[in-house]
Structure formats: C-alpha cells, structure tokens
C-alpha cells in the first residue's frame, strides 16, 4: 500500500500556480519572437526623424489658437511646441523665440501666424535647423517693413477701424508704452468671421494686445531669403489683405496655397494648415 503525503490547502495552491505559470512561460516561449536590440532601435530613430515644429502666434491671440493643429501633428508624429510669444517689439519677441530654438536639437519648421510671421521671419536667422518657414495668414516682410505698413499698402484691411488704443505703466509708475486691443464688438467680424460667435466672444475677451511697437517696428534681414517657405493665404482674410500676403509670398519665393477663410486659418481650417505643413515636412526631409 503505497503512501501520498497530502500538502496543506495553502501548498496545494501555491504549487497549482506555480505549474501555471510554468506552464504559460514555456507556451510563451514558444510562440513569442524576440525583437532584437537593433530593429528597436531602428524604430526609434524612424520616429525622432520628424522635425519639431515650433507654432508662434500673432497679436490678439494667444497659443491655444493652435490647439486643433497641435492635435493634428502630434497624431502624425511630430512633436510640437507653441510657445508663448511676448507681443513687445520684433527685436525682442524674435530674440525670446530664437532662445526657444536653441534648446531644440534635430530639424525644426517653423510656423508663424499673423504677426507671428514677422517673429518667425528674424528668429530663424543663424538656425541651420530650420529647415522651412511656413506662413499661415501672416507676414512675411523684408528689411525694414512692418505689420501696420504692409497692412496699409493694400486695400481689404478692416484693423485699423477695429482698434482700441490702452496705454498701460510700468510698475515704477512711468508709461511703458501702447496696447492695441480689436474691439469685442468688432472682433468676430475682424478677426474670425468663419468660428461660432460664442467661441470668438471668449476670443475677444481673452485675447492679448500686441503693442504699438511691436505692430510698427521694422522687421531685420529676412530668414526666408536662405530658408525656403510656405504659405497658406486665407481669402476672406479682413486683418492681412489676402494681396499683401500674395505680394509676400512671391517676393520670398513660397510654394503658395489659397482657402477660402477668415484670418484664423489654423482653427478654421485645421487640416488644410496641417497639410501645409506635411508638404514643407515633404519638400526638406
């Protein structure tokens, strides 16, 4: 008569799930390929490949403009910044922008919007990695031009008739200078005729001013001279003459496209912009 020691419950079911995953282990092993090191790696630098692309916003707005294009380019693989621009004077604003530049390695397009393209046009300077510029509803000026006279030169402009003028103090109590604001009532006309009006009533209410000095000071030595561009023109743009930006964009040489659209293009029209910018990505890569 042959004898079986009976373990404890607990031991029973301790050894129970130590034969499973023995068991699991072993039926993984045999149907699970090993990926080797380089094949990981391969992918890895397939997916860091893709430049970053730097989004800089215009006056009387604010970064968050970019969201639904943000969006777009983060779920085809690019990484993305949108940094806050100061909106102070275009010396400054491209200084602060190109201090952005420098803590970022590997290919760059960069992006401006509106005033945002004055920015982008000096803060590329001296930045190999830039690779393309691309404009959407902005301004792309030569040496010397500012936002309010290349405004001017041509007839569709509505902003001059929509600003509210604030000066504002620095905090010893002197003036520091001149804000422009749009006018809330004004401003879904001016500025993003083609979004719901309760989502420009909000706009209007947050926007940030862009200072007199920043809207008519003299851009520097333009980037898109050595840099090649592109450029997205909204026709029913009532800010920048959709004219002057076709002006801008021959002058600087930019594969050009045109959308029926307020001056807002990027979250008007979030994949025309997107698709502006996988042609640059296309063109330079």
Known sequence: MSFRPQLPARSRTRRGLTLAVATLTLALGATTTVVPASAAQ?????????????????????????????????RLGFPVIAPANPLR?????????????????????LVGHSYGG????NAALGHDNVKALVY??????????SALN?????????????LLARDYKLPDGTKGGTDGYIVAEKFREVFAADL???KTRLMAATQRPGSVTG???GSGEPAWKTIPSWYLIPTQDKVIPPDAQRFMAKRAGSTVKEIRSSHVVMMSHPD???SVVLSAYSATR
Do not use: C, M, W
């Open 42 to 74: 391969t992918v890895t630098a397939t997916a860091a490949a893709k430049p970053t692309v730097v989004l800089v916003h215009g006056a009387f707005a604010d970064a968050s403009g970019f969201n639904d294009l943000i969006a777009r380019l983060e």
């Open 89 to 109: 004077d275009v010396a400054g604003d491209a200084a602060y922008v190109s201090s952005v530049l420098d803590t970022i390695t590997g290919p760059i397009i």
């Open 118 to 121: 004055i920015v982008i046009t």
């Open 136 to 145: 959407l509803g902005a301004f792309a000026p030569d040496k010397g031009e």
């Open 150 to 162: 290349l405004a001017g030169q041509f007839p569709g402009s509505e902003l001059g008739h929509a």
């Open 196 to 198: 719901p009006a309760s």
């Open 215 to 217: 809207l008519s000071g």
């Open 272 to 274: 025309a912009a997107a």
